[in-house]
């Protein structure tokens, strides 16, 4: 009877003090704000969302009286929390409320100042607070609000997405592992106006730089601003989710189709020629995102435009739902382009664009390619006084002077050059927009590109395995795929039987030929072994001999495993399995053949492939693998590279601890720069030796990313093996190279551009005394009938330029040919 009665007087007092909430006066001091929120996460929302309160007043503030939540009318279901007894905030300190602090601390690394589930007895438990709100503190992804009560006055309050209670507009919805930011920290302006997404979290971490403006009145703007007023001197605009009106001129569109096949549209509007704001450090253009709308303006119309500023991964931009566009003339004269020359420096080239960014920009002169035209519709080019190769062995190496290009859609590519790199061309201008993390020029008219190609290089001469020798390489397949929809996932490659089978005679080719037919080849992104199978009978054509096909099917989401093909003539497999492993990451991978404890997940999504094997009868063991992509962001995925690079590494010392002289190769995509963490991590303290880095730096590349040359490949084997290196070398005939010819199977681009990435290959030592590793010369095939023909002297001279690999190509055809004279 006696919980009857407290249940009942409980109730009494929600329903006397249930009543809509108020948010504080104006004439109340906020020295109390939330500063962030973090509520899309990348794992458990339920495990990671957090709050961050900061005291930017002058004065102590006791927190016992305070409480958080979501619950925005008293009396409502969701959830409110009490900050602890005796809790105390210092001026310009910022503090965590987490759901807990174990979910906080894995993605953060340090624990949360406060906790709303006990996870951890170190950190201090919020209390629920029944007065206020029945239910659990959960943020909505898609909308909610956010409030700090102080006994049952609302001292600060905020609305996002969907949610327009305290806010109208309310603030843009962020993607998941961005925040919400005050920035300033100390701005309240009661509006969506003083916050900002922020695509890294900083809990703790308060931002004092910027403006803090007023929310703009547009019924009693009677003066439109320019477009540099609204972009802002800072990263930033100052004007993020505010309503905005401006007045300008169109400069272009971009059309770009994402994974799932579905296409978005952008537009770019510049301030007219003399109603610029004259500021240097502004941008004059600014981007229209207009959802799946397709443009109904033409370039050179004069636009009146109404609409919502946001941030959308760095770009500043109008959203679509609110977004009006009202042409008032057509035909009007386009502002004249800035000419650009970026600094090389990383860190300098984001202030040297952002004053430029949506505007009219134009690359003077001629420009030479530095990354050939990809399947998306674009290339790559830099001023030539700056050179051809832009190697980056780091990911702080210096390729700012990279100039990315797009075609004005990455749908259709029609009129757009395929070029490969060292062809040169001028005529480059268009707005520049900032996508995938980089400035890129979206190109506008190609008709007005002028192309100059130069002539194909010779193909370089495979190494092959003299008699006590083997060979070995690496071949990423780059979404090997049969046409059967597995997953039901649009995602998921589904090419037409036409092209696999020209795919099919591509990789043949590769392996048969430019390769060689090498003992074993390590092979990444191929769907099944059927695949597989087939290729091996296709390369028996040129090889004399069926590959053996030792292959795992894996728990990849898209379906796509590790391989390795093995010669029989001098390969006998003993033994496969796939080395999954369990992390505390959160890899958001299912592997129904992991068994993984609490709090766990499966590593790999493509676990290495472990092959042990005989070559001639002497032991081996291979480990295949395909590191995490940095697909999601370099450093959103460097966790699950260096965790893979760990386990490799310990797979690898197990084995010297049992055999030191235990001859190990460790080869595969690895997907990160040959001097990332993940690479020294792998090759720790001397247990591999990556034998790629022989290779002389201007050769040393196995892929071309935006026209940034990277190794990303890699092949390293144990101390033992090390000593047996009798040649290596990446055979260039893929990376440089237009996407085009891939499906070009004529006797002139057969050899070209069977996948994206470039073909090591490494020749060891069996015997104690080998016969040395000697390059087999091959038939040039003459260039494509659509290039102009190459003269020698040309030939030579690009010859020359590879560096040894070049030269040594370079003399063994002048001996041949003195050979043949005599």
Same mark, same amino acid.
Request: net charge negative.
């Given at each position: 009877?006696?919980?009857?009665?407290?249940?009942?007087?409980?109730?009494? @007092?929600v329903?006397?003090?249930w009543?809509?909430?108020?948010?504080?006066?104006? *004439?109340?001091?906020?020295?109390?704000?939330?500063?962030?929120?973090?509520?899309?996460?990348?794992?458990?929302?339920?495990?990671?969302?957090?709050?961050?309160?900061?005291?930017?007043?002058?004065a102590?503030?006791?927190?016992?009286?305070?409480?958080?939540?979501?619950e925005?009318m008293?009396?409502?279901?969701?959830?409110?929390?009490?900050?602890?007894?005796?809790?105390?905030?210092?001026?310009?300190?910022?503090?965590?409320?987490?759901?807990?602090?174990?979910?906080?601390r894995?993605?953060?690394?340090?624990?949360?100042?406060?906790?709303?589930?006990?996870?951890?007895?170190?950190?201090? %438990?919020?209390?629920?607070?029944?007065?206020?709100?029945?239910?659990?503190?959960?943020?909505?992804?898609?909308?909610?609000?956010?409030?700090?009560v102080?006994?049952?006055?609302?001292?600060?309050?905020?609305?996002?997405?969907?949610?327009?209670?305290?806010?109208?507009?309310?603030?843009?919805?962020?993607?998941?592992g961005?925040?919400?930011?005050? !920035?300033?920290?100390?701005?309240?302006?009661?509006?969506?106006?003083?916050?900002?997404?922020?695509?890294?979290?900083?809990?703790?971490?308060?931002t004092?730089?910027?403006?803090?403006?007023?929310?703009?009145?547009?019924?009693?703007?009677?003066?439109?601003?320019?477009?540099?007023?609204?972009?802002?001197?800072?990263?930033?605009?100052?004007y993020?989710?505010?309503?905005?009106?401006?007045?300008?001129?169109?400069?272009?569109?971009?059309?770009?189709?994402?994974?799932?096949?579905?296409?978005?549209?952008?537009?770019?509007?510049?301030?007219?020629?003399?109603?610029?704001?004259?500021?240097?450090?502004?941008?004059?253009?600014?981007?229209?995102?207009?959802?799946?709308?397709?443009?109904?303006?033409?370039?050179?119309?004069?636009?009146?435009?109404?609409?919502?500023?946001?941030?959308?991964?760095?770009?500043?931009?109008?959203? %679509?739902?609110?977004l009006?566009?009202?042409?008032?003339?057509?035909?009007?004269?386009?502002?004249a382009?800035?000419?650009?020359?970026?600094p090389?420096?990383?860190?300098?080239?984001?202030?040297?664009?952002?004053?430029?960014?949506?505007?009219?920009?134009?690359?003077?002169?001629?420009?030479?390619?530095?990354?050939?035209?990809?399947?998306?519709?674009?290339?790559?080019?830099?001023?030539?006084?700056?050179?051809?190769?832009?190697?980056?062995?780091?990911?702080?190496?210096?390729?700012?002077?990279?100039?990315?290009?797009?075609?004005?859609?990455?749908?259709?590519?029609?009129?757009?050059?395929?070029?490969?790199?060292?062809?040169?061309?001028?005529?480059?201008?268009?707005?520049?927009?900032?996508?995938?993390?980089?400035?890129?020029?979206?190109?506008?008219?190609?008709?007005?590109?002028?192309?100059?190609?130069?002539?194909?290089?010779?193909?370089? +001469?495979?190494?092959?395995?003299?008699?006590?020798?083997?060979?070995?390489?690496?071949?990423?397949?780059?979404?090997?795929?049969?046409?059967?929809d597995?997953?039901?996932?649009?995602?998921?490659?589904?090419?037409?039987?036409?092209?696999?089978?020209?795919?099919?005679?591509?990789?043949?080719?590769?392996?048969?030929q430019?390769?060689?037919?090498?003992?074993?080849?390590?092979?990444?992104?191929?769907?099944?072994?059927?695949?597989?199978? *087939?290729?091996? +009978?296709?390369?028996a054509?040129?090889?004399?001999?069926?590959?053996?096909?030792?292959?795992?099917?894996?728990?990849?989401?898209?379906?796509?495993?590790?391989?390795?093909?093995?010669?029989?003539?001098h390969?006998?497999?003993?033994?496969?399995?796939?080395?999954?492993?369990?992390?505390?990451?959160?890899t958001?991978?299912?592997?129904?053949?992991?068994?993984?404890?609490?709090?766990?997940?499966?590593?790999?999504?493509?676990?290495?492939?472990?092959?042990?094997?005989?070559?001639?009868?002497?032991?081996?063991?291979?480990?295949?693998?395909?590191?995490?992509?940095?697909?999601?962001?370099?450093?959103?995925?460097?966790?699950?590279?260096?965790?893979?690079?760990?386990? !490799?590494?310990?797979?690898?010392?197990?084995?010297?601890?049992?055999?030191?002289?235990?001859?190990?190769?460790?080869?595969?995509?690895?997907?990160?720069?040959?001097?990332?963490?993940?690479?020294?991590?792998?090759?720790?303290?001397?247990?591999?030796?990556? @034998?790629?880095?022989?290779?002389?730096?201007?050769?040393?590349?196995?892929y071309?990313?935006?026209?940034?040359?990277?190794?990303?490949?890699?092949?390293?084997?144990?101390?033992?093996?090390?000593?047996?290196?009798?040649?290596?070398?990446?055979?260039?005939?893929?990376?440089?190279?237009?996407?085009?010819?891939?499906?070009?199977?004529?006797?002139?681009?057969?050899?070209?551009?069977?996948?994206?990435?470039?073909?090591?290959?490494?020749?060891?030592?069996?015997?104690?005394?080998?016969?040395?590793?000697t390059?087999?010369?091959?038939?040039?095939?003459?260039?494509p009938a659509?290039?102009?023909?190459?003269?020698?002297?040309?030939?030579?001279?690009?010859?020359?330029?590879?560096?040894?690999?070049?030269?040594a190509?370079?003399?063994?055809?002048?001996?041949?040919?003195?050979?043949?004279?005599?």
């Amino acid at each position: 009877m006696k919980g009857f009665w407290v249940a009942l007087t409980a109730i009494f @007092v929600v329903c006397l003090l249930w009543r809509p909430v108020q948010a504080q006066t104006a *004439s109340e001091p906020a020295s109390l704000l939330i500063t962030e929120v973090y509520y899309n996460t990348p794992g458990s929302d339920g495990d990671e969302e957090w709050i961050e309160i900061a005291n930017v007043g002058t004065a102590v503030i006791d927190l016992s009286a305070y409480k958080v939540g979501d619950e925005e009318m008293m009396g409502g279901g969701e959830g409110m929390v009490r900050f602890p007894e005796e809790a105390r905030i210092e001026p310009g300190q910022a503090v965590v409320v987490a759901q807990t602090a174990v979910g906080f601390r894995y993605l953060f690394g340090h624990n949360p100042d406060f906790e709303i589930r006990d996870t951890d007895p170190a950190v201090p %438990d919020m209390r629920p607070y029944l007065i206020w709100a029945s239910g659990d503190l959960a943020l909505s992804n898609e909308g909610d609000e956010v409030l700090l009560v102080e006994r049952t006055a609302v001292r600060d309050s905020l609305s996002y997405g969907d949610s327009t209670f305290f806010f109208q507009p309310a603030i843009n919805n962020v993607l998941t592992g961005h925040s919400i930011e005050r !920035v300033p920290a100390d701005c309240d302006t009661d509006s969506a106006a003083a916050w900002l997404p922020r695509e890294t979290p900083t809990p703790g971490q308060l931002t004092f730089e910027g403006e803090c403006l007023a929310p703009v009145d547009l019924a009693v703007q009677e003066i439109l601003p320019p477009i540099g007023q609204i972009q802002g001197r800072g990263e930033f605009s100052p004007y993020v989710n505010q309503m905005v009106s401006f007045r300008g001129v169109v400069t272009g569109s971009y059309e770009d189709r994402n994974t799932r096949g579905v296409t978005y549209y952008t537009l770019f509007v510049q301030d007219a020629p003399g109603t610029e704001d004259g500021d240097p450090a502004t941008s004059d253009g600014v981007a229209l995102f207009l959802g799946r709308r397709r443009p109904f303006t033409q370039i050179g119309d004069l636009v009146k435009v109404t609409g919502l500023v946001t941030e959308f991964f760095g770009l500043t931009e109008l959203e %679509d739902s609110s977004l009006e566009i009202t042409v008032e003339a057509s035909g009007q004269p386009l502002p004249a382009p800035v000419s650009i020359d970026p600094p090389a420096d990383n860190a300098a080239l984001a202030a040297y664009y952002e004053p430029l960014e949506a505007m009219r920009v134009m690359v003077a002169g001629t420009a030479q390619v530095v990354g050939p035209t990809f399947s998306g519709c674009g290339f790559a080019v830099a001023r030539p006084e700056y050179g051809l190769r832009f190697l980056q062995q780091r990911a702080a190496d210096g390729i700012g002077r990279v100039i990315p290009i797009l075609h004005t859609s990455d749908v259709d590519c029609t009129g757009f050059p395929n070029v490969k790199t060292g062809d040169t061309l001028s005529g480059l201008a268009g707005p520049l927009i900032y996508h995938f993390d980089q400035f890129k020029l979206v190109q506008q008219q190609p008709d007005e590109l002028r192309v100059t190609a130069v002539p194909w290089p010779p193909l370089p +001469a495979p190494l092959r395995a003299a008699a006590g020798q083997f060979s070995v390489s690496t071949v990423n397949l780059e979404n090997h795929f049969d046409a059967i929809d597995d997953t039901g996932d649009a995602a998921e490659p589904k090419p037409d039987p036409t092209d696999i089978g020209l795919k099919q005679s591509k990789l043949a080719a590769a392996i048969g030929q430019t390769l060689g037919c090498p003992t074993l080849v390590g092979i990444q992104e191929v769907e099944k072994k059927a695949l597989l199978d *087939s290729l091996a +009978a296709e390369t028996a054509v040129t090889c004399g001999f069926t590959y053996t096909v030792t292959h795992l099917e894996s728990a990849d989401v898209r379906g796509i495993d590790v391989a390795l093909l093995s010669d029989p003539h001098h390969v006998q497999v003993q033994a496969a399995q796939l080395r999954q492993t369990c992390t505390e990451l959160n890899t958001g991978i299912f592997d129904e053949t992991a068994v993984c404890p609490d709090g766990q997940s499966p590593l790999f999504s493509r676990p290495p492939l472990q092959v042990d094997l005989t070559i001639d009868g002497q032991p081996f063991t291979v480990y295949v693998n395909h590191f995490k992509s940095k697909v999601g962001g370099a450093a959103e995925t460097e966790a699950q590279r260096l965790a893979h690079a760990a386990h !490799v590494g310990g797979l690898v010392d197990e084995q010297l601890a049992h055999d030191p002289e235990a001859r190990l190769i460790v080869l595969g995509d690895l997907n990160d720069y040959e001097l990332s963490p993940t690479l020294l991590a792998l090759a720790g303290n001397g247990r591999l030796r990556n @034998v790629l880095a022989q290779i002389p730096l201007a050769e040393r590349y196995s892929y071309v990313y935006g026209g940034a040359a990277q190794l990303i490949d890699g092949l390293l084997v144990s101390p033992a093996l090390s000593g047996e290196l009798a040649g290596v070398t990446i055979l260039h005939v893929n990376a440089d190279y237009p996407d085009s010819l891939s499906r070009d199977v004529s006797p002139d681009g057969l050899l070209y551009k069977a996948t994206d990435h470039d073909l090591p290959l490494a020749v060891f030592n069996l015997a104690a005394a080998p016969e040395p590793a000697t390059a087999v010369p091959t038939l040039t095939p003459a260039p494509p009938a659509a290039e102009p023909a190459a003269s020698s002297g040309g030939s030579w001279f690009w010859l020359l330029g590879m560096g040894g690999l070049g030269t040594a190509v370079l003399l063994a055809v002048l001996v041949a040919r003195r050979h043949q004279a005599g």
